[in-house]
């Protein structure tokens, strides 16, 4: 009877095994080399991939332990361990290494030395220097942390500049948001080309303020109340 059932049960996984390889889908990845794994680059994974040095594979949905450079040309869902850990499309979900790089939209946490994202962020960005290309919406901490596109949000490092507009909070040494910044900033030197809300700090600069500076030197870009002031300015 047991042998019966396993018997049964292998001609069931063989059948499913083969409907999910015609497919073009693979559920394990085994790699040395992107030329010396188990399974072509252009075929996808759903399932478990062991990484030794470096591998590739059109899509990736599950586990991936990876060794050098884990990369996936398409889209990845799921867990990323490695030193490089590189997606060239889409990525949702958890990935961890010296470098995490996405280049379209990223969703979930990244945990990082460098952390890069080329298209729009939801989520999570910690490491040394976190860079996103696109609108961020999210928490960045890290010593640099840098959005091209606008940003809503917490940022929490030693420099933290957007590029565009800013919602949120920003706090570090250096805080600069080239757009309109509505929040906070809190540090040594802030800077937004319009502050609305609070400038907390040493020096805060704006060309356009809609709130309060508090710091050792103020200065608002407007002769009303007054341009600039020692300790408190305002404007509304």
Known sequence: MVK????????????????????????VQLSIWSTVQLFPASDS????????????????????????????SGDMKGIELGLINWTDGSSHGFKC?????????SVGLDIGVVNIGQG???????????RNEGFF????????????GSYIGFQEGIVNIVKGDASGFQSGVVNSVSGTMNG???????????MCGLQLGLF??????????IGLSNY?????????????NWSF
């Open 4 to 27: 019966k059932i396993l018997g049964l049960f292998l001609i069931f996984f063989c059948c499913v095994t083969n409907l999910v390889f015609a497919e073009g889908t693979k559920p």
């Open 45 to 72: 994974i759903k399932g478990f991939r062991l990484n030794l040095l470096y591998t590739d594979n059109m899509d990736m949905s599950g586990l991936t332990f990876g060794g050098i450079l884990t990369k996936t």
């Open 97 to 105: 290494g010296l470098l995490n790089y996405t280049g379209n939209r």
């Open 120 to 130: 729009d962020t939801t989520g999570v960005q910690l490491g040394i220097v976190n």
């Open 137 to 148: 919406h999210g928490w960045q901490d890290g010593v640099v942390n840098y959005v091209n």
């Open 184 to 194: 906070i900033q809190g540090g040594l030197i802030n800077y937004a080309e319009k």
């Open 204 to 213: 805060n600069t704006t060309h356009s303020l809609d709130g309060v500076q």
């Open 220 to 232: 608002t870009g407007k002769a009303e109340p007054l341009k600039w002031m020692l300790i408190v």
